[in-house]
Each structure stands twice: as structure tokens, then as C-alpha cells.
């Protein structure tokens, strides 16, 4: 049972034609590619990769969303009995945070159901799923010979559309020379993104100008350049 006393929670995604696309260029080219080609997965299963806050639960939804899955997290499989998982009725399976620390025999259970019903399934973690575990045995040669698709760091361009993203979510507007002056000169990770934007938030201002957004980088420790 699951700590609430229920049923594990499975949600179903589905696209939502107001949903922002995906960036499909630069960092995410790869692995966007390697989700689409999901029908022709080695053993119908993959591994997606990724530094915190670099997109794997929204490309993961856009997966469940195209392939019909359910999706369920790593932190509710390590909370779950195992008849339980054993039971799921489910034609494909993508597991989100599947790296969590305490999900090791939920994820074999989970995996072992979808090998026997030939139910493709997507897992999301962030490191090469070879190191997610050290035991059971099983579990971890099999996470071992799992193909991988990486979410690479972030480049220049991938950072000023993620950047525009992040500031039209707060309902900010930047010009492009503020964008791109960010982008060539901020911290080069997917975490520092979103700090940015909430550093804009606080910026008098608002990166509406080279002086507002070098004050931006400023108040974040970053070299302005």
C-alpha cells in the first residue's frame, strides 16, 4: 500500500494543445529524437538522463502522451508493496526519478512486469543508470545493458530559449540583447536558469536593459563579463 493507505497513483498525460513545445534543438536534439524512435527501443526500453532541471519530466509526459503510458514516480514505487506494482494494468510505463535512493526493488517489480506483458518503459534519472544501484544483483545488470539517452548541458542557444521560457512563465518579457547577453555569460546549468529568472523578478529594472541585466548576474555572484 502506498503511505496514504490507497492504490498506487498512476496519471495518464496527455498533450495539451496550449502546452509550450519542447525546445528540440541543441541540448535536446538527441534525446527528443531517441523518444520518438520509442517502437524500435532494444528490449523496448530506455533510459533518459539529465542534470536536475534540465526537462526530463515534461519530455517524459510528451512520451506517456504519445506512447499511452502511465506514468508513475520512483519515490511511489519505493512506497508501494510489491503485489501491488505486480498487478498494475498498464500497455507502457514511464517512470519518473526512477534513480530514487529507496525504489531499487519497485523498479525491478515494475520492470519485470513490463518485460512479461511486452510493455515498453521509459525511466528518468540523473546519472548513467548503471550506477543507480548496487544491488539486487538483478536489477543492476539490467540497468546496466539499458540504452541511454542524455538531456545534454546546456549550450548557448538551448540557455536563451530556456531563459525566454522561464521569464514568460513569471510574465516577463526580455529584449533580445538582454537575452543573449545572459545566455553567453550566465552559469552554464539548467538549475541556474529558473535562478536567473527569479533574479530578474527582483532586478530593478527587469533585464530590460544591459545595465538591469548585468545587475542581474551581479546579484547572483556571476561574472557580468
Known amino acids: 500500500m502506498t503511505p496514504s493507505g490507497g492504490q ?18 541543441g541540448s535536446y536534439a538527441a534525446a527528443l529524437g531517441a523518444l520518438r524512435r520509442w517502437k524500435h527501443w532494444p528490449g ?12 526530463k519530466t ?3 509526459r510528451l512520451w506517456a502522451s504519445d506512447a499511452n ?19 498494475l494494468s498498464v500497455s507502457a510505463l514511464a517512470i519518473d526519478d526512477a534513480d530514487h535512493p529507496e ?18 518503459v521509459l525511466l528518468s534519472g540523473r546519472t548513467h543508470p548503471a550506477g543507480w544501484f548496487t ?11 539499458m540504452p541511454v539517452a542524455q538531456i545534454e548541458p546546456p549550450d548557448d542557444e538551448t540557455l536563451a530559449f530556456r531563459l525566454r521560457e522561464e521569464c514568460a512563465l513569471r510574465h516577463l518579457i526580455l529584449p533580445d540583447e538582454s537575452v543573449a547577453y545572459l545566455a553567453n555569460r550566465m552559469e552554464r546549468s539548467w538549475l541556474a536558469v529558473s535562478q536567473v529568472a527569479d533574479q530578474i523578478e527582483r532586478t530593478p529594472g527587469r533585464a530590460e536593459s544591459l545595465r538591469s541585466a548585468r545587475s542581474v548576474l551581479l546579484g547572483l555572484g556571476m561574472d557580468p563579463g
Do not use: W
Open 8 to 25: 498506487l497513483f498512476l496519471d495518464f498525460p496527455r498533450i495539451d494543445p496550449d502546452q509550450r513545445p519542447l525546445i528540440e534543438t
Open 44 to 55: 523496448g526500453q530506455l533510459a533518459l538522463v539529465g542534470e536536475p532541471f534540465a526537462g
Open 58 to 60: 515534461r519530455a517524459l
Open 69 to 87: 503510458a502511465a506514468l508513475v514516480t520512483g519515490q511511489a514505487l519505493a512506497a508501494a508493496e510489491m503485489d501491488e506494482i505486480a498487478r
Open 103 to 120: 525504489a531499487a526493488l519497485g523498479l525491478l517489480a515494475a520492470l519485470n512486469l513490463c518485460r512479461d506483458r511486452g510493455a515498453p
Open 135 to 145: 544491488v539486487p544483483p538483478d536489477l543492476r545488470s539490467r540497468l546496466a545493458a
